[in-house]
């Protein structure tokens, strides 16, 4: 594997936030910030690390001076639609973008939720997974209980194992393959998220792992805030992005009447009737193997009618 320097170079975002004393994220964050600095320290022997953030203007007032500071945000969903409950959440590419135009000279690109901390060895895992040939990976946190609030603490929280989730919010890939990636306007702290990144990396990517079991990375206690049913029209709204990047890289504008998504159907295992174009049911179905199955398909069919292309 071959790196732009003479060590690996990783380059490493968060999305901070200001909060109310009522927020998770007023014990979270702080701890994340701090187990990213100690994870930096813990690796600079081996692995070249910057510490990235974006931000709303309001919030870099609470972002300590070792992460550094990109430009702030200057749009949110809010200005993509109307929602029940406005909540001023941050598009995922505009997050990426920021990322990608702050790390000349990095190779690898990684992205994780605000609440996931790191644990010290973080940054060397990245390493030996990458040296292994994969270019985009996920890695699964650990939950561990939630009697933790401070980073006084932070010792027991390394030393806590925790139990795996299945929750995807540590995303790891190769720089150059960022301008193929397609987000709509996908936003951050609502459901699905996580498999739009997913989609990209999965389709782009030479080599993708899904890593369930490793303890890398940790998150205090298990509230899943994001799942109240005042927010499900953000759930939609990813939903529907989803959707549309898959229609997308089916290279079928009528991708439910693909007669080559049809006709695996059945091996898919998505209990679907694609005449009716329910895509909220079909996107329902998508466990993380399907998502697979159902790219690795798309990219045949696309190489299949490349490969047609030139014969003629």
């Known amino acids: 594997m071959k790196f732009n320097s003479t060590k690996l170079h990783i380059a490493h ?86 990322l990608y135009d702050n790390s000349d000279g990095a190779d690898y690109l990684v992205y994780t939720n605000l609440d996931i901390a790191l644990m010290p ?78 989609a990209n990396l999965i389709y782009h990517s030479s080599k993708f792992q899904e890593f369930k079991d490793l303890h890398v990375t940790f998150h205090i206690g298990d509230k899943r805030n994001w799942r109240k049913p005042e927010y499900t029209d953000y759930d939609q709204h990813n939903e529907q992005i989803l959707y549309d990047i898959l229609k997308d890289y089916s290279g079928n504008d009528a991708f439910c009447e693909n007669p080559i998504i049809k006709k695996q159907i059945k091996r898919l295992g998505i209990n679907h009737n694609w005449t009716t174009k329910k895509k909220h049911w079909f996107v329902k179905s998508l466990t993380m193997s399907k998502l697979r199955n159902l790219i690795s398909l798309l990219q045949t069919n696309y190489k299949s009618s490349d490969k047609r292309s030139h014969d003629t």
């Open 121 to 198: 060895y973080f940054y060397m895992v990245i390493k030996d997974i990458i040296e292994k040939g994969y270019d985009a990976f996920v890695i699964n946190r650990r939950t561990i209980n939630n009697n933790y609030k401070t980073i006084s603490q932070i010792s027991l929280m390394f030393a806590n194992v925790g139990k795996r989730h299945p929750g995807h919010d540590c995303f790891v890939f190769n720089r150059s393959l960022y301008p193929k990636f397609k987000f709509g306007t996908a936003c951050i702290g609502a459901n699905w998220i996580g498999k739009v990144i997913i």
């Open 13 to 98: 975002i968060i999305n901070p936030v200001k909060v109310d004393r009522f927020s998770d994220l007023l014990i979270a964050q702080p701890i994340t910030f701090e187990s990213m600095r100690i994870a930096k320290k813990y690796s600079h022997n081996k692995v070249k690390v910057d510490l990235i953030t974006t931000q709303y203007e309001e919030d870099s007032v609470i972002i300590p001076d070792f992460l550094r500071k990109t430009g702030n945000l200057s749009r949110s969903i809010f200005d993509i639609g109307r929602f029940k409950v406005q909540r001023k959440l941050p598009l995922i590419k505009d997050i990426l973008d920021r």
